[in-house]
């Protein structure tokens, strides 16, 4: 099983800057995809962006330029840094993981979430 542990949701201020960690933990052979998503109050969940394996990023259009995408293989954590956040930013965040397992186990793992508010 793999187990996702999200860190760095918090309160800033319009303007400010927060960087979100999410490390895997358990037996995992490789990670082909590693995902954030935001949850806001009334709202569906949102992809924020996305990174593969050959560190390929996308990102939604309400982000690109503020936010940065980013994954350390050997610790396979992903990350995201977040800039210039605005107050409709605020949301639970989530991580997602998806790769293989050994014996060619596929596994898709979302992380508890994080909370992070913008407001003054």
């Known amino acids: 099983q793999v187990q996702l542990v999200e860190s760095g949701g918090d309160l800033v201020q319009p303007g400010g800057s927060l960087r979100l960690s999410c490390a895997a933990s358990?037996?995992?052979?490789?990670?082909?995809?590693m995902a954030w998503s935001r949850q806001a109050p009334g709202k569906q969940r949102e992809l924020v962006a996305a990174?593969?394996?050959?560190?390929?990023?996308n990102y939604a259009d309400s982000v690109k330029g503020r936010f940065t995408i980013s994954r350390d293989n050997a610790e396979n954590t992903v990350y995201l840094q977040m800039n210039s956040l605005k107050p409709e930013d605020t949301a639970v965040y989530y991580c997602n993981l998806s790769g293989y397992r050994p014996y060619a186990r596929p596994f898709n793992s979302w992380g508890q979430g994080t909370q992070v508010t913008v407001s003054s």
């Open positions: 358990g037996i995992i052979s490789s990670i082909s995809v």
């Open positions: 990174i593969t394996s050959g560190a390929s990023a």
